[in-house]
């Protein structure tokens, strides 16, 4: 299991419901990001951790949505009461260190009915 | 800060032409540059990166690209594409001193035609 791990693969709810995503990075890796690929559009950056340094949450569309990395692992990105336009692909990513290769998760694809 | 300009959405070859995929940066340091494909119903992964050094760099699948400072460009071509090649590439950028984030362009769908 050298990948990175992302959880749930599909989540559908329910308008005004919240949702956590989880991502598993891989073992070792100090950077992690969180991105979303909406239908027809580019990547989204959403938040960027780095090791012990205070995470950039400059990406992140509002205030419902928050994340945190626990122990410089798992992190896991969190939306308050869910809106239909949340629906998307929301791709988690780690990299050893920053600017060289991210190494991408399979995404959790995100249904707001 | 960085951004990334991919010129097209969509773009249509046929099998055997060349792929010409094209991608502008801006940067306020010297930029790490990359492209990721995306093929259908799988993760993006790396096709190939510009860091420092040489700047002709060949990626995998016979895919290479350019780093034109002058031009603050960094094209993706294939001097011959194939039905495999059909997915959606993303070029990227990231500061290649101290900044953090990487930055991913809208994305360009490759489409080639038999």
């Known amino acids: 299991g050298a990948g990175v791990s992302q959880s749930p693969s599909n989540k559908v709810t329910e308008k005004g419901k919240d949702v956590e995503l989880r991502c598993d990075p891989i073992?070792?890796?100090?950077?992690l990001y969180w991105y979303r690929q909406s239908l027809g559009q580019g990547l989204e950056f959403l938040i960027y951790?780095?090791?012990?340094?205070?995470?950039?949450k400059s990406g992140l569309p509002s205030d419902r949505f928050s994340a945190e990395r626990t122990g410089g692992s798992v992190s896991t990105l969190t939306i308050q009461r869910t809106q239909q336009e949340d629906s998307a692909v929301y791709l988690c990513?780690?990299?050893?260190?920053?600017?060289?290769?991210?190494?991408f998760g399979q995404g959790t694809r995100l249904t707001v009915v | 800060a960085q951004s990334v300009t991919q010129l097209g959405s969509h773009v249509s070859v046929s099998e055997g032409a060349l792929v010409l995929l094209r991608c502008n940066y801006s940067?306020?340091?010297?930029?790490?540059l990359f492209w990721y494909v995306q093929y259908p119903n799988q993760g993006l992964q790396l096709l190939l990166k510009?860091?420092?050094?040489?700047?002709l760099v060949k990626g995998i699948n016979g895919f290479e690209a350019e780093f034109k400072k002058s031009e603050t460009s960094f094209h993706l071509t294939k001097p011959s594409a194939h039905m495999s090649d059909a997915a959606e590439y993303f070029c990227?950028?990231?500061?290649?001193?101290?900044?953090?984030?990487?930055?991913f362009g809208a994305g360009t769908r490759l489409f080639v035609k038999a």
């Open positions: 990227a950028v990231s500061e290649g001193t101290g900044g953090f984030k990487t930055i």
């Open positions: 951790f780095q090791g012990n340094s205070a995470p950039d």
């Open positions: 073992s070792g890796h100090t950077a």
């Open positions: 510009y860091t420092t050094g040489a700047t």
């Open positions: 940067s306020s340091v010297p930029p790490y």
């Open positions: 990513a780690s990299s050893p260190w920053q600017n060289t290769e991210a190494f």
